[in-house]
């Protein structure tokens, strides 16, 4: 059971994700004392940063640790994915993103997923049959992708983080820590 001080953690993100959705997570985790990475599709590569949306405009810019394409081995203890609307609508439609995500699921590391970031997961074909939840609108996607949706502030299956909106970071934040805390989870991809 890896402490998560000892742990690594990796945020798969692009430009548009939802600014409090990717910054919390980055610092509160940070502070927790992980190693945590951002990592984002190469054609952020030249600039080395990707940009967040905040209130209905460009918001601040993060650094990218990792890009995306650079590997095929990830020695990361769990995945966070930002939503937004423009960041996990992006990613959706990148092979190598939707992989990663299948990657992690499949060898039982815990996957978090807040707003819209779970549109991922279904892009995954990770949902179907587990309880997760999301921002409000994806509803009809998610249970269309199989999910048993529920409207709750954090929603855990199995290593399967997922909440709905920026309010309710701090349940997700602390849900993240102890499926960290836990270790690998045993579960079908």
Not at 111 to 127: K, R, S
Request: glycine share 8%.
């Amino acid at each position: 059971m890896p402490n998560i001080s000892e742990s690594r953690i990796l945020i798969l993100a692009t430009d548009g994700y939802e600014q409090s959705e990717l910054e919390t997570p980055l610092n509160e985790l940070r502070k927790a004392g992980a190693t945590v990475h951002v990592c984002a599709p190469s054609h952020t590569k030249e600039e080395g940063l990707i940009r967040g949306w905040d209130g209905g405009d460009w918001g601040n810019t993060v650094p990218v640790d990792v890009i995306l394409e650079s590997s095929t081995d990830w020695p990361y203890h769990a995945l966070v994915l930002p939503g937004g609307v423009i960041n996990p609508d992006t990613l959706r439609t990148n092979p190598q993103a939707v992989q990663l995500v299948q990657s992690f699921v499949k060898q039982g590391k815990p996957v978090a997923a807040i707003c819209h970031g779970p549109w991922l997961l279904a892009e995954a074909d990770v949902v179907q049959g587990r309880k997760l939840t999301s921002y409000s609108s994806i509803k009809t996607d998610m249970i269309n992708a199989g999910a048993d949706w529920q409207d709750a502030e954090v929603v855990t299956d199995n290593g399967l983080i997922t909440s709905r909106k920026p309010s309710d970071l701090k349940a997700f934040i602390a849900k993240i820590i102890e499926e960290v805390e836990e270790g690998q989870h045993s579960r079908a991809a």
